[in-house]
Structure formats: C-alpha cells, structure tokens
C-alpha cells in the first residue's frame, strides 16, 4: 500500500458505495494499522459522543502531549538564537509545569465521520469535531522502528514477561 492521507482512502471506500449504488452508512470509521492498540471501549465512546453531538461532524482520538507548547522553542536562520514558540517567558509561572493547561495530540488510531458531511467535504476532522482521550499506552503510534521496540515491550508487559 501507500502512505497517503486517511481522508483518501476513507473517500475511496465510500464512492466504491456510491458507484455501485449502495445505501450510504450515517457513519464512516477509518481505523488505521499503526495503533494497534486501539481499545473497543474507545471506539464505543467515540460513537457516543458523536451520536450525542449531532453538530458534530467526526470524532477522533487524542493522547495527552508530553511537551507542553510553552516550553517549544523556535531557532532563527542561524541556528542559534532562540524564542519560545508562543512568545511568553520560561521563567516565574511558565517554569512550573503544574500550572500549564493540558495540550492533546491527534494519535491517528480511529477517526469515525457523518458521511454526508464527509462526502461534501472530505475532512476527518471536519469543522465542528471531538475527541476521545486515549492512555498513552493505548495510544502507540508505529511510525518509526523504535516505535516497534515501544509496541513489543508494551506487550511483553501485558504479559507479566517484563515490569
């Protein structure tokens, strides 16, 4: 297969419906291979919330971010000088990560959309969306070969092999 985006093959799969005049789902659910540990209980709670939400036009999954945005610096073209991301100081609250607001970051495991407002406008996110919070353990994304060391040693883990 190809690295392409999930919105691609999720539109893909829902015109192979449309030019075989198949009845549409209300919902598409794009689940992708490298969260392999993805939950049920997770995908149940993302399709609550958007059957409760009906403004909304998709929900996905999110991991709590390990770096809090205040603490990201940018470099200039020298390489050198540096900035905070956001423009505020490291110092007095800034430095305390008690007092910084939680970020998340898309995991990319589930993305479940209301397929007319998909086929309209093909976003996994949409305009108005939610999202479920996965642990971090559920929330592996194997992208890189050392994310395969993370996944084995998770499971060895779940296993009792290793603590």
Not at 122 to 136: E, H, R, T
Request: proline fraction near 6%; charge should be negative.
């Amino acid at each position: 297969s190809e690295d392409v985006p999930s919105e691609l093959v999720t539109l893909h799969a829902l015109k192979f419906f449309i030019d075989h005049g198949e009845t549409m789902p209300e919902f598409a659910v794009t689940l992708t291979p490298a969260t392999p540990f993805t939950s049920a209980e997770s995908l149940d709670e993302a399709f609550k919330l958007i059957c409760s939400n009906s403004d909304w036009d998709g929900v996905t999954a999110v991991r709590r971010a390990k770096e809090h945005p205040e603490w990201m610096i940018v470099l200039d073209e020298s390489g050198h000088k540096a900035k905070t991301l956001l423009g505020n100081p490291l110092d007095g609250e800034f430095n305390v990560s008690q007092n910084l607001k939680n970020h998340y970051y898309p995991t990319g495991a589930f993305w479940i959309n209301r397929v007319d407002h998909f086929i309209k406008y093909p976003s996994l996110y949409g305009k108005n969306w939610g999202a479920v919070v996965m642990d971090i353990d559920e929330a592996v994304d194997i992208d890189w070969p050392d994310d395969i060391e993370e996944a084995e040693t998770l499971i060895k883990r779940r296993k009792g092999i290793i603590r």
